[in-house]
């Protein structure tokens, strides 16, 4: 049986978590596996990420053209809580997984899968960048490769993925995923 995206998304959401809320508020400006963003902007990538897909899930528009700084804000710690719990309930909301959403019309299971994707990867990068431990959720891993690996040649077309990384044949599920999204499963910070 499938699972729903709500029960992945809550999955992803209890190991991103530790991770967004362990960062000191001197790491910001330390690098990231994303080359064209610190801690901070990433971290203001991911929480807009959250807040557009909780708004894909019911159907409405998203803005992704607007990037405020969420971590302008002294709670945003909690506040990534508080959004990614609402990005759950409106992925378990009725009929969230059904027809499609988005301005490209694709499967709504496939844009609930796309932000899935989008909340493990950015917990892995934010956690490499600041020296956290992460361990993504195989089940989320396995549910997202497929999908991610099959838009990755459109999502480099669009820059939001790099060029795909070897990666070796031993190598793990997430290790692929890595790789395939353009990112190097042995990245550490300079100096790291």
């Known amino acids: 049986m499938t699972q729903k995206i709500s029960e992945l998304l809550e999955a992803a959401a209890g190991r991103a978590l530790p991770v967004v809320r362990g960062i000191d508020d001197e790491r910001l400006g330390d690098r990231t596996p994303c080359a064209e963003y610190d801690v901070r902007a990433l971290l ?66 496939t844009v609930g899968l796309m932000v899935l994707g989008d909340l493990t990867l950015h917990a892995w990068d934010l956690a490499r960048a600041t020296g956290a431990e992460f361990v993504p959720d195989p089940v989320a891993v396995e549910e ?3 999908v991610l ?44």
């Open 44 to 109: 203001n990538h991911l929480f807009l990420v959250v807040v557009n897909f909780q708004a894909l899930a019911a159907r409405e528009e998203a803005d992704f053209t607007q990037e405020p700084d969420f971590v302008a804000d002294g709670d945003w710690r909690d506040r990534f809580g508080e959004e990614t719990a609402r990005l759950v309930a409106a992925w378990d909301a009725p009929g969230a997984e059904e027809g499609t959403a988005g301005q490209m019309g694709l499967p709504a299971r």
């Open 144 to 146: 997202v490769e497929p």
């Open 149 to 192: 690996t099959a838009m990755a040649p459109q999502g480099r077309e669009m820059k939001v993925f790099g060029e795909p990384v070897p990666v070796g044949p031993g190598a793990t599920a997430f290790e692929r995923l890595l790789g395939v999204t353009g990112r190097d499963p042995g990245w550490r910070p300079a100096g790291g």
